[in-house]
């Protein structure tokens, strides 16, 4: 058996996320059928993600894992797969990989980016989050600061989040100004439940002007004291790290 390593991008408007759903249109279940009918598998083929995406999240570098006995090569297998795929999945790169390789556990870290357009746009409604009226984007980015380290991330996320540990360790978090757009970016060893949606829908109100304490929130361990979750089509996966 040889084990392959995939980066991916896809939009994930059209599906119901990363992993597999009985019924559902998913990341996991298209790239796992591509890559069975072009390694000639028979039955079903694991397939590995580094990050399970909701639905209506974006990817620009997803990785995938998956092991065959198949005597294609990387490039072959790429070409293939592009090939096979529906338009809203494309294999960036594919390569062989360590038999231990696994691309969710093998991660050190996961970078996301949630993305606001600051003017009315009929093209990017459904890739950016729309914010219209005055921001003050230096307290966007203190409040980011205080994000940085080692922390229990329970006020951001849901109950529906099976995490044993809620702790997270944030290795950056910054804000990236490139008008008209506004970058909430933030890697970190892994992600909660609706983490970075919770926490860009918070520091969206402190740019706005509500007095808040991202420490305190922290402290408080309060899903009822974070703001809003904000949609997932202004969300993408970046980059994982390994």
């Not at 894992?65 to 490039?75: C, G, K, V």
């Not at 096979?84 to 494309?90: A, E, G, Q, S, T």
């Not at 989040?161 to 892994?190: F, M, N, Y």
């Amino acid at each position: 058996m040889r084990t392959f390593k995939l980066t991916l991008e896809y939009e994930g408007t059209a599906f119901h996320g990363w992993q597999r759903q009985p019924g559902l249109r998913t990341v996991q279940e298209e790239l796992s059928r591509a890559i069975a009918s072009i390694t000639c598998a028979r039955g079903e083929v694991t397939v590995t993600g580094a990050g399970r995406t909701d639905a209506g999240v974006h990817a620009v570098g997803q990785v995938a894992s998956f092991s065959s006995p198949t005597a294609l090569s990387p490039a072959v297998l790429r070409r293939g797969l592009n090939a096979l795929l529906p338009r809203d999945i494309r294999v960036r790169s594919a390569e062989e990989a360590p038999a231990s390789f696994n691309a969710r556990f093998s991660a050190r870290s996961r970078s996301y980016h949630y993305i606001f357009i600051r003017r009315p746009t009929a093209l990017w409604r459904s890739y950016y989050y729309l914010v219209t009226g005055e921001l003050d984007l230096a307290a966007m980015g203190e409040s980011l600061a205080g994000l940085r380290g080692e922390h229990d991330f329970t006020t951001f996320t849901t109950a529906e989040d099976g995490s044993s540990v809620k702790r997270c360790r944030v290795i950056r978090a910054e804000l990236i100004e490139t008008p008209p757009l506004v970058v909430v970016s933030i890697a970190a060893d892994h992600f909660l439940h609706h983490m970075v949606r919770s926490l860009a829908g918070t520091v969206l109100e402190i740019g706005r002007g509500k007095p808040s304490s991202v420490a305190e929130m922290l402290a408080a361990r309060d899903p009822a004291e974070a703001g809003p979750t904000l949609p997932p089509h202004g969300l993408y996966l970046m980059h994982v790290e390994y």
